[in-house]
């Protein structure tokens, strides 16, 4: 059965929202960053996954994920995947009822919080929570897959 991924991205505003703690570790690489496809490896502390996922299409998009060994995603990032990797740390916030995954990026993108929460359709009524900026959502300069070809330190500031 295919897997569908609805979810929406914002900027955290600065100052308005503060880790309660340290979040997990995530590292991650992509053997496959073009927009018609995306194929990604990913350490989540000490869970490794590889995920495949199809374009967007009115805010849905197919998505396959599978567990993988984690000595074999760590061979896979260090040697096959595109560079730089992703690296960052994810907090999660709940809010009204939902779950917002808030990631911490370092490195190349250090300096940029997003705030993502998935959607169980395109249409759903979504509050936000008082540190959500504007929406990302449609705008691929912050997909992860985009943020290793132009990472975020070599954007012009606004």
Not at 12 to 28: I, R, S, T
Not at 40 to 64: C, D, M, N, Q, Y
């Amino acid at each position: 059965m295919m897997a569908t991924e609805i979810e929406r991205r914002f900027l955290v505003k600065p100052g308005l929202w503060v880790p309660k703690g340290p979040g997990a570790h995530f590292q991650q690489g992509y053997l496959n960053s073009q927009k018609e496809r995306v194929v990604r490896v990913r350490i989540e502390g000490s869970i490794a996954k590889l995920t495949i996922k199809g374009p967007s299409r009115g805010g849905a998009r197919a998505e396959f994920e599978y567990g993988i060994p984690l000595e074999d995603a760590g061979v896979i990032l260090n040697q096959l995947c595109e560079r730089p990797l992703i690296d960052k740390h994810r907090h999660v916030e709940h809010h009204l009822g939902r779950a917002w995954e808030i990631d911490v990026f370092h490195g190349e993108n250090e300096g940029l919080v997003i705030a993502e929460v998935e959607l169980p359709s395109v249409d759903t009524r979504l509050e936000l929570p008082p540190w959500a900026g504007d929406e990302v959502s449609n705008d691929p300069r912050y997909f992860n897959s985009n943020l290793l070809k132009s990472p975020y330190a070599t954007w012009s500031p606004p």
